[in-house]
């Protein structure tokens, strides 16, 4: 963690999710998360395709699709809590205090309106002012995001930008208003490797220069190690554990998380070391029993977590895990230099 995020830490959260839970034509798919964070901090929530990460993330803007609502839970940004805000109070919350990037920039930048404009109206939709000093300030965005020749960017469409230039711009929409909280969902996904290395740098740097939180959703455990403070790990609609981001590289406390960082391929393990598989699927929502929901998928199993589902408890000093053998998961993750 930063020097200003563990700062920042001994003071009151930036965000603080408690008890939130999302259903979709009743059904239960986000169900009790609950999690916090520091000014300054960036936490990963992390997990499988389906575990309701995304859906969290559009619980905390209350932007969720059409079917699915919010059903229980707060949401508080510096004390504010924004599921009792009306949609009007919550519009100027949006894009001001708490933005979002989007996992796929070309899906999400209007093709008919110039990079320069779209940054400029996210400015003065929350700021007013001037189009001049709006386009002003769109311009000084596309320098501090690295694009270059940002005066003749500034008038570009978005099919004239390469993904990475067009992720940038999303993330410049993000921060035109420096907002307190930056929630990023997959924002590299789409990119290739050595232009998702140059965005995670960006992000860092501007986290670093602006103090703004990041809450970045993804699966990918490279760029989890690449960025985050804290790591919130989620399964099947609830988070399972909660840890630092070196204790939990280092010693997991949960079987689902052994097993995600076990499956990872290494540099520090033998070539044909074997990489570690998680058997079966993630429980669909209405079909994940009374127990554990990793119980079906888990080599710790026990009748006890079948029948129980565990809390989240404390495991440790400043981390917590759902499991009832908490003890023994960091032996699931694969030693280095193991043979195959």
Known sequence: ???????????????????????????????????????????????????????TALALLRLLPPAARLSAGSVRLDGTDLTRLPERAMRRVRGNRLAIIFQEPTASLDPLSSVGAQIAEAFRVHRGGGRAGARSTAR???????????????????????????????????????????????????????????????????????????????????????????????????????????????????PYTALLLASVPRLDVAPKARLATIEGQVPAPGERGVGCRFAGRCPLVVEKCRQLDPPLLAAGLGRVAACWRSDEAPALTVPAGVPA
């Open 1 to 55: 963690m930063s020097v200003q995020a563990q700062a920042a830490s001994m003071a009151a959260p930036l965000l603080a999710v408690d008890d939130l839970a999302v259903e979709i034509a009743g059904v239960p798919v986000v169900d009790g998360v609950s999690f916090s964070m520091a000014p300054g901090e960036v936490l990963a929530l992390v997990g499988e395709s389906g575990c309701g990460k995304s859906l």
């Open 140 to 254: 000084a965005m596309l320098e501090a995001v690295g694009i270059p020749d940002p005066d003749r960017r500034l008038y570009q469409y978005p099919f004239e930008l390469s993904g990475g230039m067009c992720q940038r711009v999303m993330i410049a929409i993000a921060l035109v208003c420096r907002p307190s909280l930056i929630v990023a969902d997959e924002p590299t996904t789409a990119l290739d490797v050595t232009i998702q290395a140059q965005i995670l740098d960006l992000l860092r740097t501007l986290v670093a220069e602006r103090g703004a939180g990041v809450l970045l959703i993804t699966h990918d455990m490279g760029v989890v190690a690449d960025i985050a403070d804290r790591v919130a790990v989620m399964y099947a609609g609830r988070v399972v554990e909660i840890a630092a981001l070196h204790d939990l590289f280092r010693a997991p406390r949960h």
